[in-house]
Antibody, heavy 119, light 108 residues
Framework: QVQLVQSGAEVKKPGASVKVSCKAS????????MHWVRQAPGQGLEWMGR????????NYAQKFQGRVTMTRDTSISTAYMELSRLRSDDTAVYYC????????????WGQGTLVTVSS | SYVLTQPPSVSVAPGQTARITCGGN??????VHWYQQKPGQAPVLVVY???GRPSGIPERFSGSNSGNTATLTINRVEAGDEADYYC???????????FGGGTKLTVL
């Protein structure tokens, strides 16, 4: 069965970077896009971008351009999202989500990783 | 950028029908996806491409899309359907995913 298992919670200081991993199992990582979505406490879903794990091509939301980097390591079926120059309003749960057949919907989601940014 | 508008809340009695709308400019020309999110859990895709239903999703969940409004319909609502629901589309003008603000469904 398809599973996306994310790395554990992180606490970071403002200005630091965080890298969240997402290990895929039950399917071939390179066969589907991987999206990253975040959710601030009590708020809605916010799309950050997506990566084509086959080619490495990325598509980032304008809001995160220059601060986010999405990569993958196909040898271990893992996708990564790194966010730099963290601010307090980056405190959120970060999700990886597999792109479905159409590429733009997300049919399987990771369990989420809480990133807390605090001095 | 493209904007999706959802009502903040919808309330319905058990056994009744819930309709959650998602408004957007000519949204009928786009594919709309819907997610259910329960507290403390990751979202779950309940409708894809306007009206498709992923395996494991009850037939009570259905979707439609026309003009400037897409609608998620939940028939015979159960207490377990209480959750936040989000609509989502792809904005082809900038290759971005857009989410609606979410609707909290309360089962009275």
């Amino acid at each position: 069965q398809v599973q996306l298992v994310q790395s554990g919670a992180e606490v970071k200081k403002p200005g630091a970077s965080v890298k969240v991993s997402c290990k895929a199992s039950g399917y071939t990582l390179t066969g589907y896009y991987m999206h990253w979505v975040r959710q601030a406490p009590g708020q809605g879903l916010e799309w950050m971008g997506r990566i084509n794990p086959n080619s490495g091509d990325t598509n980032y939301a304008q809001k995160f351009q220059g601060r986010v980097t999405m990569t993958r390591d196909t040898s271990i079926s893992t996708a990564y999202m790194e966010l730099s120059r963290l601010r307090s309003d980056d405190t959120a749960v970060y999700y990886c989500a597999r792109g479905g057949g159409g590429g733009w919907e997300s049919d399987y989601w990771g369990q989420g990783t809480l990133v807390t940014v605090s001095s | 950028s493209y904007v999706l508008t959802q009502p903040p809340s919808v309330s319905v009695a058990p056994g009744q029908t819930a309709r959650i709308t998602c408004g957007g400019n000519n949204i009928g020309s786009k594919s709309v996806h819907w997610y259910q999110q329960k507290p403390g859990q990751a979202p779950v895709l309940v409708v894809y491409e306007d009206s498709g239903r992923p395996s494991g999703i009850p037939e009570r969940f259905s979707g439609s899309n026309s003009g400037n409004t897409a609608t998620l319909t939940i028939n015979r609502v159960e207490a377990g359907d209480e959750a936040d629901y989000y609509c989502q589309v792809w904005d082809s003008s900038n290759d971005h995913v857009v989410f609606g603000g979410g609707t909290k469904l309360t089962v009275l």
